[in-house]
């Protein structure tokens, strides 16, 4: 092969890869763009309760009630090995465990989602509701779970109980009243596309 074929030869491979290249990056840039601008798929809030205890950024109100839970899945937890749990001790019987505040305003928009359980005792029934603000002042209900229930999962769009700001929060209220406490694990909030 002489040279001139040889270049030629080199030529071609260049070019395939500089359009492999070039179109990969065509494909690729904008997605990355948006996820370093925060535009998707951005974790606001994300705890599983596995750690420190209360977790950082978390506010919890009735700390005597509010324990980190050890145990296997599907148990005491139902991801990892711990959970975070509410139950009645004494005559306290209104306990709150509040996220860390969040931007609702960056990346997209604030899907909720967790898992919990509230079993009954003795036909004793301990209760969930969860709360969402975003001026720390004023709390909108999301939801309320008042009947017996293992382990479940929820996903709740925050967005379509609240506008959005710079500084959001979302609160778990447990009225507890001697059932087998309340349990929370696994709690995250995300952004999502096309917002
Ligand atoms: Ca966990």
Not at 35 to 64: L, M
Not at 143 to 160: A, H, K, R, V
């Amino acid at each position: 092969m002489d040279m001139r074929k040889t270049i030629l030869k080199d030529a071609g491979a260049l070019l395939v890869v500089a359009i492999l290249v070039s179109t990969a990056i065509f494909v690729f840039t904008p997605m990355a763009r948006l996820a370093k601008a925060g535009q998707i798929g951005q974790i606001k809030v994300q705890e599983g309760f596995e750690f420190a205890f209360p977790p950082t950024g978390w506010t919890i109100v009735g700390p005597a009630s509010i324990i980190q839970t050890t145990g296997h899945p599907g148990g005491e937890c139902q991801i990892g090995y711990h959970a975070a749990k509410m139950f009645s001790t004494g005559n306290r019987f209104f306990v709150q465990m509040g996220t860390p505040t969040f931007n609702g305003k960056k990346g997209g928009g604030n899907i909720l989602t967790f898992w919990h359980k509230q079993l009954s005792s003795n036909n004793h029934q301990d209760q969930l509701f969860v709360f969402v603000t975003n001026d720390l002042v004023n709390y909108v209900q999301i939801t309320g779970y008042t009947s017996s229930m293992d382990w479940t999962y929820e996903t709740i769009n925050l967005d379509s109980f609240i506008k959005p700001t710079k500084t959001m929060q979302v609160w778990f209220i447990a009225i507890l009243n001697y059932g087998n406490g309340v349990y929370l694990d696994e709690v995250t909030i995300t952004g999502v596309s096309g917002y």
